[in-house]
């Protein structure tokens, strides 16, 4: 009886992961195909007004660079103090959760708060209100990930660098951190492979734009909302524009991830 | 004498009883003063009173004198009474201290030992270069690095990284300096060559070892305290406390009666 369970449980579990992987791979081919026919040397050269997406790309890179100069900073100082200050008091343990919870929390709930923050009291979409809502996504993963690394630091080192006689904040600058840097790094790669695919945090608050813009004080373009926008157009051109705008960035986001893995697996060797 | 710990009583955070109790010892000038006792008996956090590196976790009650000599002037100073982030570094410029993993920092094997000497306020290259040189040569392994000093301290093998710690220590002309099982993790070899630099570096400092080790005690040290679960139960010349021990418990933990 106990045996049949195994090989039913097992059965099942590999159907299971066949299903998910063969939607996987039904979902790249497709994007493949349809993308990479889509590609041509014109998207890369013209805005959207002239059905390129050189503005959209442009436009979601600088979303996203925003997003982490304005995230990492934050993210990591807060981390340095959950695992450096805080001494794991009671105050410290509800961060660490608020910032799990922010992290599951859905992007379409964040792109709603920015609006209501900085889009509804401003008056219109701006580029700073979506870089802002990908940095609010951005930190809880930053914090949690420089939190994580520090830990992993042994405390030995924190002590060495004592008994030599730096004061505690140059210990963590110039040692503690220098000995988790791959592993924040990691995190931080991550985190922008995480945002840089967004789309419902930047609806409401960069809104979207056919020009090519530096305008960061206005509505600003995405390669995302654009997708969107452009995939239920009757429109077959701007149609397959959108496929390959999203072939682009899934390989630009597969390829961040395994870099990420690559370097961890490098670390850990 | 160049440390007087006198009625010292050290409870950690939180907890109800003591962890040392009323100890009394002396570490002397140029000298091996070894710690030996049975595991928990707190060896470890007499050490760590001398350098207060126990206030990097806040809580703690000292109570007591720890008496370090001030050379300038041949004072006895209680350094129990630092309170002052400046007056801590001097301390622990002053007290160096070595651990019983080896704990290189995430640099080159070069800024391993400039890092503390640019903290002391030394800018100059040559004299960074030379006072590197010289702690390397001191701690015996400048013939093993010298070409490849811009490496990576972590890739050195675990005696070689556990002389380089020695040698960041010794590279700020310390008083004192305390060790904490040295050699707990290391291979007989890396082991000798370690218990032989401690030797040589009695010459310079004042040496204060703890070790569960008692063939290492009687091989370096001139005194050995030994201690039982929070109280110095003796303190006396090595030899003495090898061969004619006072108390019978130090008798039976030499002989391996207990521990
Ligand atoms: N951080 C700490 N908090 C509370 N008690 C501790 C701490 N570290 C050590 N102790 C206790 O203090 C006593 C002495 O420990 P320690 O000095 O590490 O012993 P030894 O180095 O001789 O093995 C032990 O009973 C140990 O449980
Ligand atoms: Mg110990």
Same mark, same amino acid.
């Given at each position: 009886?106990?045996?049949?369970?195994?090989?039913?449980?097992?059965?099942?579990?590999?159907?299971?992961?066949?299903?998910?992987?063969?939607?996987?791979?039904?979902?790249?081919?497709?994007?493949?195909?349809?993308?990479?026919?889509?590609?041509?040397?014109?998207?890369?050269? /013209?805005?959207?007004?002239?059905?390129?997406?050189?503005?959209?790309?442009?436009?979601?890179?600088?979303?996203?660079?925003?997003?982490?100069?304005?995230?990492?900073?934050? @993210?990591?100082?807060?981390?340095?103090?959950?695992?450096?200050?805080?001494?794991?008091? !009671?105050?410290?343990?509800?961060?660490?959760?608020?910032?799990?919870?922010?992290?599951?929390?859905?992007?379409?709930?964040?792109?709603?708060?920015?609006?209501?923050?900085?889009?509804?009291?401003?008056?219109?979409?701006? @580029?700073? /209100?979506?870089?802002?809502?990908?940095?609010? *996504?951005?930190?809880?993963?930053?914090?949690?990930?420089?939190?994580?690394?520090?830990? +992993?630091?042994?405390?030995?080192?924190?002590?060495?660098?004592?008994?030599?006689?730096?004061?505690?904040?140059?210990?963590?600058?110039?040692?503690?951190? &220098?000995?988790?840097?791959?592993?924040?790094?990691?995190?931080?790669?991550?985190?922008?492979?995480?945002?840089?695919?967004?789309?419902?945090?930047?609806?409401?608050?960069? @809104?979207?734009?056919?020009?090519?813009?530096?305008?960061?004080?206005?509505?600003?373009?995405?390669?995302?909302?654009?997708?969107?926008?452009?995939?239920?157009?009757?429109?077959?051109?701007?149609?397959?524009?959108?496929?390959?705008?999203?072939?682009?960035?899934?390989?630009?986001?597969?390829?961040?991830?395994?870099?990420?893995?690559?370097?961890?697996?490098?670390?850990?060797? | 004498?160049?440390?007087?710990?006198?009625?010292?009583?050290?409870?950690?955070?939180?907890?109800? &009883?003591?962890?040392?109790?009323?100890?009394?010892?002396?570490?002397?000038?140029?000298?091996?003063?070894?710690?030996?006792?049975?595991?928990?008996?707190?060896?470890?956090?007499?050490?760590?009173?001398?350098?207060?590196?126990?206030?990097?976790?806040?809580?703690?009650?000292?109570?007591?004198?720890?008496?370090?000599?001030?050379?300038?002037?041949? !004072? *006895?100073?209680?350094?129990?009474?630092?309170?002052?982030?400046?007056?801590?570094?001097?301390?622990?410029?002053?007290?160096?201290?070595?651990?019983?993993?080896?704990?290189?920092?995430?640099?080159?094997?070069?800024?391993?030992?400039?890092?503390?000497?640019? +903290?002391?306020?030394? &800018?100059?290259?040559?004299? +960074?270069?030379?006072?590197?040189?010289?702690?390397?040569?001191?701690?015996?392994?400048?013939?093993?690095?010298?070409?490849?000093?811009?490496?990576?301290?972590?890739?050195?093998?675990?005696?070689?990284?556990?002389?380089?710690?020695?040698?960041?220590?010794?590279?700020? &002309?310390?008083?004192?300096?305390?060790?904490?099982?040295?050699?707990?993790?290391?291979?007989?070899?890396?082991?000798?060559?370690?218990?032989?630099?401690?030797?040589?570096?009695?010459?310079?400092?004042?040496?204060?070892?703890?070790?569960?080790?008692?063939?290492?005690?009687?091989?370096?040290?001139?005194?050995?305290?030994?201690?039982?679960?929070?109280?110095?139960?003796?303190?006396?010349?090595?030899?003495?406390?090898?061969?004619?021990?006072?108390?019978?418990?130090?008798?039976?933990?030499?002989?391996? !009666?207990?521990?």
């Amino acid at each position: 009886m106990r045996l049949l369970i195994n090989k039913l449980v097992l059965i099942l579990s590999t159907l299971a992961a066949l299903l998910g992987i063969g939607f996987l791979f039904w979902i790249l081919i497709t994007l493949s195909i349809k993308g990479i026919s889509a590609i041509n040397l014109h998207i890369f050269t /013209a805005d959207l007004v002239d059905n390129g997406l050189r503005n959209l790309l442009f436009g979601q890179f600088v979303l996203a660079l925003i997003a982490v100069v304005i995230g990492v900073p934050i @993210g990591m100082i807060a981390g340095i103090y959950l695992q450096e200050y805080s001494y794991n008091s !009671k105050y410290a343990q509800f961060i660490r959760n608020l910032s799990d919870v922010m992290m599951s929390a859905p992007s379409i709930v964040i792109g709603t708060f920015v609006y209501a923050i900085v889009v509804n009291p401003i008056g219109h979409v701006s @580029g700073w /209100a979506g870089a802002i809502a990908l940095a609010i *996504m951005m930190i809880p993963i930053v914090v949690r990930t420089t939190d994580d690394m520090l830990g +992993l630091v042994p405390t030995e080192l924190r002590e060495a660098g004592v008994a030599i006689g730096a004061p505690k904040y140059k210990v963590i600058f110039n040692i503690i951190i &220098k000995a988790a840097k791959v592993g924040i790094m990691t995190g931080i790669l991550l985190a922008f492979a995480r945002i840089i695919g967004e789309t419902a945090p930047l609806l409401f608050t960069s @809104g979207n734009s056919e020009f090519w813009t530096t305008d960061l004080n206005n509505e600003f373009p995405s390669l995302t909302v654009a997708i969107y926008n452009l995939a239920t157009m009757p429109n077959e051109e701007l149609v397959n524009i959108a496929w390959a705008g999203a072939f682009l960035l899934t390989m630009f986001v597969l390829i961040i991830n395994l870099l990420g893995r690559f370097i961890t697996k490098e670390k850990t060797k | 004498m160049i440390m007087h710990i006198k009625d010292f009583s050290f409870t950690y955070k939180g907890a109800s &009883k003591p962890s040392l109790k009323n100890i009394n010892l002396p570490i002397l000038e140029n000298k091996v003063t070894a710690l030996i006792g049975p595991s928990g008996c707190g060896k470890s956090t007499l050490l760590r009173s001398m350098n207060r590196i126990h206030d990097l976790y806040p809580g703690n009650k000292y109570e007591g004198e720890i008496l370090l000599k001030n050379l300038q002037n041949q !004072k *006895m100073e209680n350094i129990l009474e630092i309170k002052k982030e400046n007056d801590f570094i001097a301390l622990r410029q002053r007290v160096g201290m070595i651990f019983q993993k080896p704990t290189p920092f995430p640099m080159s094997i070069y800024d391993n030992i400039a890092y503390g000497l640019k +903290l002391q306020g030394i &800018k100059d290259k040559t004299e +960074l270069d030379k006072r590197v040189e010289d702690a390397l040569k001191g701690s015996a392994l400048f013939k093993e690095v010298k070409d490849r000093l811009n490496d990576d301290a972590r890739g050195l093998s675990g005696g070689q990284q556990q002389r380089l710690c020695i040698a960041r220590a010794v590279a700020l &002309k310390p008083e004192v300096l305390l060790f904490d099982e040295p050699t707990s993790a290391l291979d007989p070899i890396s082991t000798s060559a370690i218990e032989e630099l401690i030797v040589e570096l009695k010459e310079e400092v004042s040496i204060a070892i703890v070790t569960h080790n008692m063939q290492q005690a009687s091989r370096i040290s001139d005194y050995t305290a030994f201690m039982y679960l929070g109280d110095l139960i003796e303190y006396d010349k090595t030899e003495t406390i090898f061969l004619n021990p006072k108390q019978q418990m130090t008798e039976d933990y030499i002989t391996g !009666k207990f521990g």
